[in-house]
């Protein structure tokens, strides 16, 4: 089977949880979307939290939580998904861009200088590759928080936990995402005062921004196994980290120290991006553009005012790392990366 840079990771007993719902008949918001949000809230630790149809909806929700209207401006990096921008506009709100660091593609202290002198209502925090920033950074910024931890949910530095850093908390669970659903998000807010602004806005949700049973069922059962995916996914970056240190290179990485969430190994490369990828379609690893997704590459941002995303979107290339490696595949990997051009 072909290991993709980015991947889902189906098991026989997520297909079951999945027919145990087929056979209900019942397919709509319901039984399976209330017992993940139990299965994720006795996890996390969160107050309040709801399943939606997708991302672009619970960011919109969190919005709406956030009382934001047409004209306010939202702080995002660079690097943030491309449908969070279109999100933010379809609400008429002023993007405010910020750069990144070129080591770790998160926001940093220069980066989010830019607020003192473009004040904003709020923060929409992306954690791109779950690469999670330094919380010291964010707790004077006195702005509310949307944090997206998709991808960093795991990580901790100290005790800060990805998922615990803002004000409401989005985790996606669409395809190739630490836990996924096939599709959908889980909208939480962690203390209790922002979860009655949540529920009361899901008071006003219809059924169809809600998610599907089938797709709880799904992730209800990816859920229960997430400290196995972590523990996999450790194991291939350390395997990996050897290989780059032998070819002198090194991935995207926390500027802080932390406990990683290790979803990707992302090798940013000063040239020869083509015959990187090229080599590694030889050997039979398949490769990505780490940043295709994001607003930089979507030219949301206008050109020049984020210049070290830009330059990330070009040079940074991502390697499988998922639990669905196995050892065969991830020595062959670890070989590649050993050996780049």
Not at 232 to 240: F, N, T
Not at 261 to 287: H, I, M, P, Q, W
């Amino acid at each position: 089977m072909e290991i993709l840079a980015r991947s889902s990771f189906i098991r026989r007993k997520d297909m079951d949880s999945v027919l145990n719902c087929l056979v209900t008949d019942r397919l709509g918001a319901g039984d399976f979307g209330e017992r993940f949000v139990k299965a994720a809230r006795e996890r996390f630790g969160f107050d309040y939290g709801l399943v939606v149809r997708s991302p672009m909806t619970a960011l919109d929700v969190a919005l709406s939580c956030l009382g934001l209207t047409a004209g306010d401006a939202v702080a995002l990096s660079a690097l943030s998904p491309a449908w969070a921008f279109k999100v933010v506009a379809a609400r008429g709100l002023r993007a405010v861009w910020l750069d990144v660091d070129t080591a770790s593609a998160s926001l940093n202290q220069v980066s989010l200088e830019r607020l003192a002198t473009e004040p904003v209502k709020a923060l929409y925090l992306a954690e791109p590759w779950g690469i999670m920033p330094d919380p010291a950074l964010l707790a004077e910024l006195g702005v509310p928080i949307i944090e997206d931890a998709t991808y960093s949910i795991g990580a901790s530095a100290g005790d800060a936990k990805a998922g615990f850093l803002g004000t409401f908390t989005i985790l996606g669970l669409e395809h190739a995402s630490s836990i996924t659903a096939g599709g959908g998000a889980l909208l939480y807010a962690p203390g209790r005062r922002d979860a009655q602004a949540l529920r009361n806005v899901s008071e006003g949700l219809l059924a169809e921004e809600r998610m599907g049973d089938m797709n709880a069922a799904l992730a209800l059962s990816q859920l229960k196994d997430m400290e196995k995916f972590l523990e996999k996914r450790r194991e291939l970056s350390e395997l990996y980290a050897q290989s780059l240190a032998r070819a002198h290179r090194r991935p995207l990485a926390p500027a802080c120290e932390c406990v990683p969430s290790n979803f990707g190994c992302v090798v940013v490369l000063e040239s020869g991006v083509k015959d990187v990828r090229a080599y590694a379609k030889k050997k039979d690893v398949d490769t990505a553009m780490a940043f295709d997704d994001t607003c930089a590459d979507a030219g949301f941002v206008p050109e020049g005012s984020c210049p070290l995303a830009a330059s990330l979107v070009n040079r940074s290339v991502a390697f499988p790392l998922n639990q669905r490696i196995g050892k065969t595949a991830a020595l062959k990997i670890s070989k590649v990366l050993a050996t780049l051009p």
